[in-house]
């Protein structure tokens, strides 16, 4: 603590006092040397960034780089470890959303802070109401979305309870009340996340025009395509830290691909040869909507036999995760076949797959890999409680539970106070090595991993890596997803590459070419 | 004119059931008034517990609890009005017995982010136990509750008969409908209010104090049920016993279930069941069913009505949930 404090003093005093004199004018929003980590990891290190009045800037990265983060330490809803976040001229630390909001920055939140059941123009007003003799002032509130939305070309109907309105509307909604609040930098959390193509064009249109007006703007996203369309500058974010820094006028889709996925020094794996069998899954024409009953999946194909590890590389939301899902038996596809062994389980359940052999390292662990609130023991047996020797009929056999539990707590390496404490409480990575050790234990036929590694300490990584390398040696056939390009080379015995919902080209893992991956994933094909 | 329109469906079944009130009367007026009498007698206690509900709910805090909430009040009141001998006293103290226990509550449940369920049946048991204890029999009040004539609206006939020719508390209930009503929608604090029930973290990131907001209004929304024991105490029996609230506690949640916690509906929906009560009693002479089946009958009637409402109405999105700042957004 205290040598943090030392070194917070030591290093960003001075750059403070050079960068007010060295800043130009016009720079609305400067960033220097800023550091976040929560536990061990280090969400953000050592960013550097600014933006000018005027200019939209995006945070381009995949999911867990640090992107949101960062901009939560600009709306003040988390405080920086280390550096400083000059607004205006202004270096004071933000205290709150209150005190970023005061000072001009707006945010529209990637889960839209609405009330659903209030009117557009009620929504607007919350927070910050007049009134006259008591009563609330809601024509002065109809008024003000109206002139609003007149003036930015937002139309929206100040009357309109906010849930009867589609996504994007709704995002308006979000956009004016930031602009009601007179914001300088408005920032968007993945505002493309939840909209469709159409509304997507819109916002960017938009946003264009904000910019026109001297609005700042900085904006997450993961999409090349809406960098390009509308960014001025773009700051690549890889695993915490700023890993580039681009004009969009000067780079393209490959470029940004490149950056994005890296070319930091390849995790080396220890591997075999692979010596694959028969075809275990076997996935033909699969089509499978999304929550949006958009078609993620659209007419994917491929096969994945015994002992080899087919990965699947792709930048996120093509259809990576519709199509875990729809394997594991969480979503019901729309079309297209899946067969594991020769039997079909298109339409099988979550246990129905995992009794056909499917083990299933989710994407999104906290939701569907733990119960945060059972104890280990428990959560290492979430799949088989009921089966011997787990259980005799009706009655669970706790011994076995608790054997099971410390059998595995030293085959793989977890960390805990003890097998009956809550899963809730460990660290992401060994929450990680709690799923993994669950669905490898009961030795799958086909071992689904997506995402394995997302926001995991580095050694935890290998640990993982190595554990799924062990599957395949030992006859499993392996389903890498991941959107961390360097995952995939140095596990996958064959690369699938996905983009658009199918897969748009295949090769082997051994000396696949990292720019052309990239290529194929930005879509150029 | 355009809450005319948003409102028709229930300003015209109002009309409706104004005009069958109107025939009833001219056919027989006598029993028309005694009807309509006994309905809100029945029914001032029920929007009263109600409008305690409307105000924690609204706010994000389920109150299971009215029921024990009204019996501590209705205790505290007449015990007190007998000991002093005034009966303005008893009715204050009540009213603050019922405040007290929603800062019970408000502080269990939004500080201590104990569960609301329990928070609400550990006020039920102790209201029970406490009231039971400290039970004397032999006291009576000095003086009965005035009734207060409002001068002109009593002349009205029925509805001046019914409404406005009663009690202090009856007609404290019948004005702090629409007052609530219009504070809820119409006002800064009604739509802060809202907001913290539906979706707090959208009121936290507009600057709103979500916690304090709903410890001020568990709190202060329990000078309602503290009116509605005193009423039960002090109005409408002069006298207390153990456990006479008697479920109008948990009726009271009914009504403001089926109620869609808006005041006004809550209103008619106390009246409603206020008038089936009342037409039980009537029909005891006509057709011969014994007693306890008319007296169970606004309970069955709770069934049924929830049965039916329940899929239909919508609670305040985040009633029961607690809120801890930084979460969720």
Redesign the interface.
């Given at each position: 603590m205290s040598q943090e404090a030392t070194q917070d003093t030591t290093r960003d005093r001075p750059v403070e006092a050079t960068d007010r004199s060295a800043a130009p004018a016009e720079r609305l929003l400067d960033i220097e040397g800023l550091s976040k980590s929560f536990g061990t990891v280090r969400a953000n290190r050592d960013i550097n960034l600014h933006v000018g009045r005027g200019e939209i800037v995006a945070l381009l990265g995949e999911n867990g780089a640090g992107k949101s983060t960062l901009v939560k330490q600009i709306f003040g809803?988390i405080k920086p470890d280390h550096g400083t976040i000059t607004i205006k001229g202004d270096a004071s630390p933000i205290k709150d959303?209150?005190d970023a909001?005061r000072r001009g920055i707006g945010m529209v939140?990637q889960?839209?802070?609405?009330?659903?059941?209030?009117t557009v123009a009620?929504?607007m007003?919350?927070?910050?109401?007049t009134?006259s003799r008591?009563?609330?002032d809601i024509e002065g509130a109809r008024q003000l979305v109206r002139e609003l939305s007149d003036k930015h070309g937002l139309k929206v109907d100040p009357d309109v309870e906010v849930e009867d309105l589609p996504v994007g509307t709704q995002q308006r909604v979000e956009i004016l009340k930031a602009l009601s609040r007179r914001v300088d930098l408005l920032i968007l959390d993945e505002p493309t996340a939840v909209l469709t193509p159409q509304e997507t064009d819109e916002l960017l249109t938009v946003m264009k025009e904000l910019a026109a007006g001297g609005t700042s703007i900085v904006f997450i996203t993961h999409k090349l395509r809406e960098v390009l369309a509308v960014a001025d500058r773009v700051y690549v974010l890889r695993q915490g830290g700023v890993v580039g820094e681009v004009a969009t006028a000067d780079t393209d889709a490959r470029g940004l691909a490149t950056m994005m996925v890296g070319r930091d020094v390849v995790l080396r794996v220890d591997k075999e040869e692979a010596t694959p069998g028969d075809d275990v899954l076997s996935i033909r024409d699969l089509v499978v909507l999304d929550d949006r009953q958009l078609r993620a999946v659209d007419g994917f194909s491929l096969d994945v036999r015994a002992g080899e590890i087919v990965g699947v590389a792709g930048v996120e939301g093509n259809g990576q995760r519709e199509l875990v899902e729809a394997i594991a038996g969480m979503r019901p596809p729309q079309s297209g076949r899946i067969d594991l062994l020769g039997k079909d389980i298109t339409k099988a359940n979550p246990h129905d797959t995992h009794v056909a052999g499917v083990g299933h390292i989710p994407e999104d662990r906290e939701r569907h890999g733990l119960v945060a609130s059972y104890s280990l023991a428990d959560n290492l047996v979430l799949n088989r409680f009921s089966e011997k020797p787990f259980a005799n009929g009706f009655v669970r056999d706790f011994d076995e539970v608790r054997k099971n539990a410390e059998a595995l707590f030293t085959e793989f390496d977890i960390r805990a106070a003890g097998v009956q404490a809550m899963a809730g409480s460990l660290s992401g990575g060994n929450k990680q090595k709690v799923v993994v050790a669950r669905e490898m234990s009961f030795r799958p036929k086909l071992l689904m991993a997506a995402q394995p590694t997302r926001g995991v300490d580095v050694g935890s990584i290998e640990f993982i890596h190595r554990r799924i390398v062990a599957a395949r040696d030992a006859g499993a056939a392996v389903l890498l997803v991941s959107a961390e390009l360097d995952e995939v080379l140095s596990l996958a015995d064959r690369i699938a590459v996905i983009h658009g919902g199918k897969v748009v080209a295949e090769m082997p893992g051994k000396d696949a070419d990292r720019t052309e991956i990239g290529r194929l994933m930005a879509g150029d094909h | 004119m355009e809450w005319l329109k948003r409102n028709q469906i229930t300003v015209g079944a109002g009309l409706v059931i104004l005009v069958a009130a109107y025939v009833f009367y001219a056919v027989n007026s006598n029993v028309a008034t005694s009807m309509f009498s006994g309905a809100w007698f029945f029914a001032v206690p029920l929007v009263l517990g109600a409008l305690t509900g409307v105000v924690g709910e609204r706010s994000g805090v389920v109150n299971i609890g009215i029921e024990g909430q009204m019996l501590v009040a209705a205790f505290a009141a007449f015990f007190s009005a007998a000991a002093t001998g005034s009966l303005i006293v008893g009715v204050l103290v009540g009213m603050l017995a019922g405040i007290a226990m929603g800062a019970f509550l408000a502080l269990t449940t939004v500080k201590g982010l104990m569960d609301q369920i329990i928070a609400g049946v550990v006020i039920n048991i102790v209201a029970t136990g406490l009231t039971s204890f400290f039970y004397r029999p032999g006291k009576v009040l000095s003086a009965n509750m005035p009734q207060w004539e409002v001068p002109l609206l009593s002349k009205i006939p029925l509805i001046g008969d019914v409404f406005f020719q009663s009690g202090p508390i009856a007609l404290f209930a019948l004005v702090s409908v629409p007052v609530v009503h219009f504070a809820l929608f119409r006002t800064r604090w009604g739509l802060r209010t809202r907001s913290i029930g539906e979706y707090p973290s959208a009121a936290d990131t507009a600057g709103i104090d979500v916690i304090r907001m709903r410890l001020v209004n568990v709190t202060i929304g329990g000078i309602f049920a503290g009116a509605a024991g005193a009423y039960l105490s002090m109005e409408a029996t002069g006298g207390f016993e153990r456990g006479m609230t008697a479920g109008r506690g948990f009726l009271a949640l009914a009504i403001l279930i089926f109620g869609g916690w808006r005041p006004l509906r809550v209103f008619a929906a106390a009246l409603f069941f206020g008038f089936t009560n009342a037409l039980a009693s009537q029909l005891q002479g006509v057709i011969s069913i014994p007693q306890q089946f008319i007296t169970l009958l606004p309970y069955l009637l709770t069934l049924i009505v929830l049965a039916v409402a329940a899929g239909r109405v919508r609670a305040p999105a985040a009633v029961g949930q607690p809120f801890v700042k930084g979460e969720g957004s």
């Open positions: 809803l959303p209150k909001i939140h889960h839209f802070q609405l009330v659903p059941v209030m009620e929504n007003i919350l927070g910050h109401e009134t008591g009563v609330l | -």
